[in-house]
T-cell receptor, first 111, second 113 residues
């Protein structure tokens, strides 16, 4: 089993739609979680951290389910500019700050 | 802050040549990571440093790859000799302990012909 798994997609949605991605991780000791966004031919950029209680940043909501070992990202009112690849990142914890990246989920928002 | 700075942005070289990629982390960040990204394998961690010391280089594909961090503001990744299968985008990233995430440089797109 891969350490961090994501559905590669692509998710093809119309503008204004709500879309959700999940990411599963295998190490139950994982402590830190992030969502990154990567545009074509660009570097990954931090979208948001994921906290145990869940957190929201505008149209984006991230949630963590430790019991089932997955994190999720919900995007409401999708914009054309949301088209990108969304990478799930997990820290294995134990004082380690070594991130493991998922392969990413591709999102295409069309008019 | 200028962010993580990588050079060159693009590198095209012939098989067998030596390639050196450079990275300047964000000042004060004491963790530095080198990643390689390809369509087939995604982002792969090659090596990481903590306070300029290499901690884990188990991701380095083979002895042709080496990395150094002579001081807190500079790191290099060297491939000698280069091969076509080394063609990829190489990213450098840095961070500090805590839930702050990782800041990536713009990457070096390497093509070995």
């Amino acid at each position: 089993r891969k350490e961090v798994e994501q559905d590669p997609g692509p998710f093809n949605v119309p503008e204004g739609a709500t879309v959700a991605f999940n990411c599963t991780y295998s190490n139950s000791a994982s402590q830190s979680f992030f969502w990154y966004r990567q545009d074509c031919r660009k570097e990954p950029k931090l979208l948001m951290s994921v906290y145990s209680s869940g957190n929201e940043d505008g149209r984006f909501t991230a949630q963590l389910n430790r019991a089932s070992q997955y994190i999720s990202l919900l995007i409401r009112d999708s914009k054309l500019s949301d088209s990108a690849t969304y990478l799930c990142v997990v820290n294995t914890g134990g004082g380690s700050y070594i991130p493991t990246f998922g392969r990413g989920t591709s999102l295409i928002v069309h008019p | 802050d200028a962010g993580v700075i990588q050079s060159p942005r693009h590198e095209v070289t012939e098989m067998g040549q030596e390639v050196t990629l450079r990275c300047k982390p964000i000042s004060g960040h004491d963790y530095l990571f080198w990643y390689r990204q390809t369509m087939m394998r995604g982002l792969e961690l090659l090596i990481y440093f903590n306070n300029n010391v290499p901690i884990d280089d188990s991701g380095m594909p083979e002895d042709r790859f080496s990395a150094k961090m002579p001081n807190a503001s500079f790191s290099t990744l060297k491939i000698q000799p280069s091969e076509p299968r080394d063609s990829a985008v190489y990213f450098c990233a840095s961070t500090i302990p805590g839930d702050y995430g990782y800041t990536f440089g713009s990457g070096t797109r390497l093509t070995v012909v």
